[in-house]
């Protein structure tokens, strides 16, 4: 069954540093998400992503963090400048590959770890 | 608020019962309600996804009920095993374009041998 991969698994970097996690959808979804989850608490949603541009953002989705589909297939989330309160899981999601796609189920990869020292 | 609430937040319970997991949800207007399996260290994982005007849905031996009038969803598990310890998980999706996913804390299942 096709399944939304994220790399990397766990990413450790340095308060200020930038960040990109990768995500590959399922092939021919059209709706992408990141979502975020701090240890113990809910999962966040952050972006959503449709016909190459953001169709919604949270608040916490401010102006270090962005999206970009570069090449038809990765979709990935980068963080500028890194903080202290950024370590947490980040979960890719894709849905929506035929009509009615409001009540596809979204697909989650199995997330990357960020820890920022 | 769009808001989801769980409970219980935990439950212990041992292999071959029966459980049920509530939750109620304030999101307006209201598109669909899931319930996701979480295993630790792993991404959510669908169960369910019922829209307004379904009561139930089953999916093996989940079992999961909407009451769209008392916004209240449960999710019955049967003959619960091993592999059934997990975090459940209740998500609201409202009507708006972008389809996100407003997510409870989640009931954590442990089922003992």
């Known amino acids: 069954e096709p399944e939304v991969t994220q790399t990397p698994s766990h990413q450790v970097t340095q308060m200020g540093q930038e960040v990109i996690l990768r995500c590959v959808p399922i092939s021919n979804h059209l709706y992408f998400y990141w979502y975020r989850q701090i240890l113990g608490q809910k999962v966040e949603f952050l972006v959503s992503?449709?016909?190459?541009?953001?169709?919604?953002k949270s608040e916490i989705f401010d102006d270090q963090f962005s999206v970009e589909r570069p090449d038809g297939s990765n979709f990935t989330l980068k963080i500028r400048s890194t903080k202290l309160e950024d370590s947490a899981m980040y979960f890719c999601?894709?849905?929506?590959?035929?009509?009615?796609?409001?009540?596809?189920?979204?697909?989650f990869g199995d997330g990357t770890r960020l820890s920022i020292l | 608020k769009n808001q989801v609430e769980q409970s219980p937040q935990s439950l212990i319970i041992l292999e071959g019962k029966n459980c049920t997991l509530q939750?109620?949800?304030?999101?307006?207007?209201?598109?669909?309600l899931r319930w996701y399996k979480q295993d630790t260290g792993r991404g959510p994982v669908s169960l369910t996804i019922?829209?307004?005007?379904?009561n139930t849905k089953s999916n093996g031996r989940y079992t999961a009920t909407l009451d769209a009038d008392t916004k209240q969803s449960s999710l019955h598990i049967t003959a619960s095993q091993l592999s059934d310890s997990a975090s459940y998980i209740c998500?609201?999706?409202?009507?708006?374009?972008?389809?996100?996913?407003?997510f409870g804390s989640g009931t954590r299942l442990l089922v003992r041998p």
């Open positions: 019922m829209t307004f005007s379904e």
């Open positions: 992503f449709y016909n190459n541009e953001i169709s919604e």
């Open positions: 998500v609201v999706s409202g009507m708006d374009s972008s389809y996100k996913l407003i």
């Open positions: 939750c109620n949800y304030t999101v307006s207007p209201f598109s669909n």
């Open positions: 999601a894709s849905s929506g590959h035929r009509e009615r796609v409001g009540n596809q189920p979204q697909h």
